[in-house]
């Protein structure tokens, strides 16, 4: 059974629809990305999921549960975009606090302190705390109790690199304890090999949902291969192969997914005057583009 259950939702501000018969199923242990332009309907579907806005017509379960309820809201973990925590509390305050409000244990709470790589500032006060300080609180407080859901909101914004890998890990290991997560995120490069499936929003209208290789394999589009060769051969190479010139040792080659392998045998034919090859198949930004431009192109 799915822990969230969307199903034909469409949401109406007066004559503006918003979410446009939108079904989305998000998997215990699954890690879905929830992606879209602003304004194409992510925030919308949150709040409903959360039971902060009303449904106009479809349905949502939440764990077997209405969204809102004391049911639902008891094993959901949410992260908004902005965080906002008591400035006057420390780290271990705010956190103890929430610990309380889930029944779990402070210990548990000081041991994800540690886990988000707050240890040395728990102590200190939130209005001293960085936005990504704050943000890493936020992160704790959903990791908290082992939610069955966890919806994250831009979870990632004003994170280093090294935290923002940190905080995949912790998400994964969410998901591996069996957590459903739907992350909604602007940030495509670092989603391209965290999540499970990717679900992609235009104009209110779900145009995309699959994981990343079958959506790649619905969109077709090309292929990039960079070929490398010495300084006096890669005009041999390139008179072989076709393609660019980028420089003095390297060309790009463009082929169809379903000419790879044909490309990549032509590649190996020449021998070890070719020094090294990177393929690199559509990225999640070309997808995402794409996807909603075809969104787009049929209105």
Do not use: W
Request: aromatic share 4%.
């Amino acid at each position: 059974m799915p822990a969230l259950k969307i199903e034909h939702v469409i949401k109406r501000h007066g004559t503006l629809e918003t979410v446009s018969d939108v079904s989305l199923n998000v998997e215990p242990g699954e890690r879905v990305a929830l992606l879209g332009h602003n304004g194409a309907g992510k925030t919308t579907i949150i709040k409903m999921v959360l039971g902060l806005m009303p449904i106009t017509a479809g349905s949502i379960d939440v764990l077997g549960h209405a969204p809102g309820t004391a049911a639902a809201r008891k094993q959901t973990g949410y992260l908004p975009e902005s965080v906002a925590f008591h400035g006057a509390l420390t780290g271990r305050e705010q956190l103890h606090h929430f610990a309380r409000l889930k029944s779990t244990s402070l210990k548990a709470a000081d041991d994800l302190l540690e886990r988000v790589g707050l240890a040395h500032a728990a102590d200190r006060r939130i209005r001293t705390y960085s936005k990504g300080m704050r943000q890493r609180i936020g992160l704790a407080q959903v990791v908290l109790g082992q939610p069955k859901l966890a919806i994250l909101d831009e979870p990632t914004s004003g994170l280093d690199p090294v935290s923002r890998h940190e905080f995949y890990d912790i998400v994964e290991e969410l998901a591996n304890n069996g957590s459903a997560v739907m992350l909604s995120s602007h940030a495509l490069t670092e989603l391209e090999l965290r999540t499970d499936r990717i679900a992609i929003l235009s104009k209110g209208q779900l145009v995309a949902n699959d994981s990343l290789q079958k959506l790649r394999d619905l969109a077709s589009l090309p292929i990039k291969f960079k070929v490398t060769a010495s300084n006096d051969t890669i005009e041999g190479v390139n008179q072989q192969l076709g393609g660019k010139r980028v420089n003095c040792q390297s060309l790009e080659l463009m082929c169809a997914p379903d000419q790879k392998i044909g490309v990549l045998s032509a590649i190996t034919a020449l021998g070890p005057v070719v020094k090294d090859v990177d393929v690199t198949p559509a990225s999640l930004e070309e997808l995402y583009r794409h996807f909603s431009n075809v969104e787009e192109q049929t209105k």
